[in-house]
DNA sequence: GGTTTGACCCTAA
DNA sequence: ATTAGGGCCAAAC
């Protein structure tokens, strides 16, 4: 491919365009895409530097609970729930957090949609 | 070049 | 089951 996959925010960018419309990833699943399972604070580091026209669906990604952990920064968490319902995603809210159903829409990692037994 | 912070995750008590 | 603390990788000061 064509993407520099020597620099790990390339990487993470090229795993978060990867999600499938409709569904979320987590930060952590996202980094482990990456090859550093380790590495979910870069990924959210990496999606905090990118600029408000990105093509990248920065707003399909979430933690690990399904919950949006944007709190205040150039964009409200408000946002971000806004488009995952453009989506398709249902976003609920509870106590002025958003949460997500990961039950349904947690992407499993590669197109293949459902739970993974624990 | 060392220190601190960050849209997090995991393990232990 | 819940709460608390440490760890990880990378960039900014």
Do not use: C
Not at 19 to 26: C, D, F, K, T
Not at 39 to 68: F, M, Q, S
């Amino acid at each position: 491919m064509a993407d520099d996959e020597g620099n790990i925010s390339a990487r993470i960018l090229n795993a978060v365009k990867n999600i499938p419309r409709g569904y979320v990833a987590s930060y952590g699943h996202i980094a482990a895409l990456a090859g550093s399972p380790r590495a979910a604070r870069v990924v959210g580091w990496t999606l905090g530097a990118l600029p408000p026209e990105t093509d990248i669906p920065w707003h399909r990604v979430v933690n690990k609970d399904g919950y949006i952990t944007i709190e205040n920064l150039s964009y409200p968490k408000e946002e971000q729930a806004r488009m995952l319902e453009a989506e398709g995603v249902l976003v609920q809210r509870r106590e002025g957090l958003l949460q997500i159903d990961r039950n349904q829409f947690g992407w499993k990692g590669r197109g293949e949609a459902g739970l993974e037994k624990k």
